[in-house]
């Protein structure tokens, strides 16, 4: 069982930043890949970016969010990060957290292992 706790999320205006985590816990290997995915009022589950819990730490995003999202994780803190820069109001959403033994997923479905995800609000 894996275990995933976000967050970070929070309420900033158009242009800011925010730093979502994903502390992870329980058991991990390093075939794992770690994912974000997001969901709107109203809109499906879409995702965001995912990383290789491997050494080598590759990572793979979504085209809108490709230079303005970094995903990146400490395997010593066990944790898996998510930084957004460059906030749009329509980036609003809950934020999950997920882990999946199907290397380098970008489909929900795929993932076995969800947080409970952290609300991000981005006003105009």
């Known amino acids: 069982q894996v275990q995933l706790v976000e967050s970070g999320g929070g309420l900033v205006q158009a242009g800011g930043s925010l730093r979502l985590s994903c502390a992870v816990s329980?058991?991990?290997?390093?075939?794992?890949?770690m994912g974000w995915f997001r969901q709107a009022p109203g809109k499906e589950r879409e995702f965001v970016a995912h990383i290789t819990w491997a050494w080598s730490a590759s990572t793979y995003y979504a085209d809108s969010m490709k230079g303005r999202f970094t995903i990146s994780r400490d395997n010593a803190k066990n944790t898996v990060y998510l930084q957004m820069n460059s906030l749009k109001p329509e980036d609003t959403a809950i934020y999950s957290c997920a882990a999946t033994t199907t290397w380098r997923a970008i489909v929900a479905s795929q993932y076995a292992y969800w947080g409970q995800g952290t609300q991000v609000t981005v006003s105009s």
């Open positions: 329980g058991r991990t290997y390093s075939t794992y890949t």
